[in-house]
C-alpha cells in the first residue's frame, strides 16, 4: 500500500471520528432543549426521525449522486456543513429552528458516508490486491463509532463550561478537519468501463437477491443496536442507577462494539467475511440473553461482550457489498451504513411499545434474538469464493 494511499485512510478516519461527534450531540442535548423550548413529548419526538432521514435513509441518494458525477465535494463538505448546523444546536430558538438545524447538519452527515467509503475502499486496493481491504473498513467505521461515543461528552462539557447558547463553540475542531479535507482528500477517479460493461442499474439487478439478504441481516443486527443504545439507559434507571453510571453502561457498550469492528475486518480478511459475519451474529444473541438476564458485573461484562460480537461485522457489511458491486462503491455503501442502519433504528420504537407492556429489560431481551435471524439469512448468502469469482467476472468488465 503506497504513501499516498495511507494517508486517504488516516485522513477519512480521523474525519469520520470527528463527523460522528457531531451526529451524537442532539441525543445529549434533547433533553435540555425540551426544557428550554417548552416541547411536547411528541414535538421533542420529531427530532430524532428527522435526523436519521436526513443522515442514514438518505445515503442511497447521496451515494447515487456520488457515483455518477464521483466528485469529492459531498466528501469534503459534508463534514463542514455538519460541524456547523449541529454545533448550533444550541443556540436554536424555536421548535422549527431546532428542526432546520438537525436536518441540514443530518445532510452534512450522510452526504460524507457513501464516498468517504468508496474512497477508503479504493485505497485499500491501491496495492491492486485489496488484501487489506477489510482491515482498512475496520479502522475507518471504528473510528466513527469512536467519535460517535464521544459526542455526548463532548458537547456536556462544552455546555457545562460555555451555557448552552455558546454550543456553536464545537464548530472549531469540525471546520479544522474541514480545512485538512479541503487540501490532502484525494479525488475519487472514474473507473473507465469497457462499452459492453454493465450499468449500475444493471449490476444492481444482477445481485439483487444477494444483496437483498445481507440489507436485512444489516437492519435487523441494526434493530438491536439502537434498540439497546435507546433503552437500556431507562431499564438501568429503572433499577435505581445513577445518571452517570447509566451513562458510562453505554459508553462500554458502544466502545466495545467499536473495539468488535475493528477486528473484524482483519477476521474477515483471514477467515472470510461470510463466515466471520454468521458467527458473530449467533455468538451476539446468547451474550446479550445472559447480559439481561443476569445482574451486576457479569451481566455488565456480558453486555459490552455482546456489543463486541454485534458491532464486530459493520465494516464487513460494507465490504461485502462493495465486492458484490465493485461498480458502485458509494450506491452500496450507503445501503449498508445509511439505508440499513436507518431503517434498523426505526424499528426501535417496535422495541419501546413492547416495553410498555412487558418491561425494559424484557423488551431487550425479546430483541436479543435478532441476531439468530440475522444469521439464518446470511446463511442463504453466497460464499466467499462465490463472491471472489463474481468480483473478477466484474473486473474484467470494468477494467479495474
Not at 154 to 177: C, D, K, P, Q, R
Request: with cysteine; glycine share 10%; hydrophobic share 55%.
Amino acid at each position: 500500500m503506497n504513501k499516498q494511499a495511507k494517508t486517504t485512510i488516516v485522513l477519512l478516519s480521523t474525519t469520520h471520528a470527528v463527523l460522528d461527534s457531531y451526529s451524537s450531540f442532539l441525543f445529549q442535548l434533547l433533553p435540555i432543549m425540551t426544557v428550554r423550548l417548552g416541547l411536547k413529548p411528541a414535538q421533542a419526538g420529531l427530532l430524532t426521525p428527522l435526523l436519521m432521514i436526513s443522515s442514514s435513509l438518505m445515503q442511497p441518494v447521496y451515494g447515487m449522486i456520488s457515483d455518477r458525477y464521483l466528485k469529492r465535494s459531498m466528501a469534503v463538505f459534508g463534514p463542514l456543513v455538519a460541524a456547523v448546523f449541529l454545533s448550533l444546536l444550541g443556540t436554536a430558538t424555536s421548535l422549527p429552528m431546532l428542526m432546520m438545524f438537525v436536518v441540514l447538519g443530518g445532510i452534512g452527515v450522510g452526504a460524507f458516508h457513501p464516498q468517504s467509503a468508496a474512497m477508503v475502499s479504493r485505497a485499500a486496493s491501491a496495492d491492486g490486491l485489496g488484501k487489506h481491504q477489510g482491515m482498512v473498513m475496520s479502522v475507518f467505521s471504528s473510528a466513527g463509532t469512536v467519535g460517535y461515543a464521544m459526542g455526548p461528552i463532548l458537547i456536556a462539557a462544552a455546555v457545562s463550561l460555555f451555557g448552552l447558547e455558546n454550543s456553536w463553540y464545537t464548530m472549531g475542531w469540525g471546520v479544522a478537519v474541514w480545512l485538512l479535507m479541503l487540501q490532502y482528500c484525494p479525488p475519487l477517479e472514474r473507473i473507465e468501463r469497457a462499452e459492453d460493461a454493465p450499468s449500475l442499474k444493471e449490476s444492481l439487478r444482477a445481485v439483487w437477491a444477494p444483496l437483498t439478504l445481507l440489507y436485512f441481516a444489516v437492519v435487523l443486527r441494526s434493530a438491536v443496536s439502537v434498540s439497546v443504545q435507546t433503552f437500556l439507559p431507562f431499564a438501568l434507571q429503572s433499577n435505581g442507577m445513577t445518571d452517570n453510571g447509566r451513562s458510562w453502561v453505554l459508553a462500554g457498550f458502544i466502545l466495545f462494539g467499536g473495539i468488535g469492528g475493528f477486528f473484524g475486518g482483519a477476521l474477515a480478511d483471514r477467515f472470510g467475511a461470510r463466515r466471520v459475519t454468521m458467527l458473530a451474529m449467533l455468538i451476539a444473541t446468547p451474550l446479550l440473553v445472559g447480559a439481561f438476564l443476569t445482574t451486576g458485573l457479569a451481566s455488565y461484562s456480558l453486555l459490552m461482550l455482546g456489543g463486541t460480537m454485534l458491532n464486530l461485522p459493520i465494516p464487513i457489511s460494507v465490504v461485502m457489498a462493495q465486492r458484490m458491486v465493485p461498480g458502485g462503491a458509494s450506491t452500496v455503501s450507503a445501503l449498508m451504513m445509511g439505508f440499513a442502519w436507518g431503517a434498523g433504528a426505526l424499528m426501535a420504537p417496535l422495541t419501546g411499545m413492547l416495553s410498555d407492556r412487558v418491561g425494559f429489560f424484557n423488551a431487550l431481551l425479546a430483541v436479543s434474538v435478532l441476531p439468530l435471524a440475522s444469521a439464518a439469512l446470511l446463511w442463504r448468502y453466497p460464499k466467499d469464493e462465490t463472491v471472489a469469482r463474481m468480483r473478477v467476472h466484474e473486473a474484467m468488465a470494468v477494467g479495474d
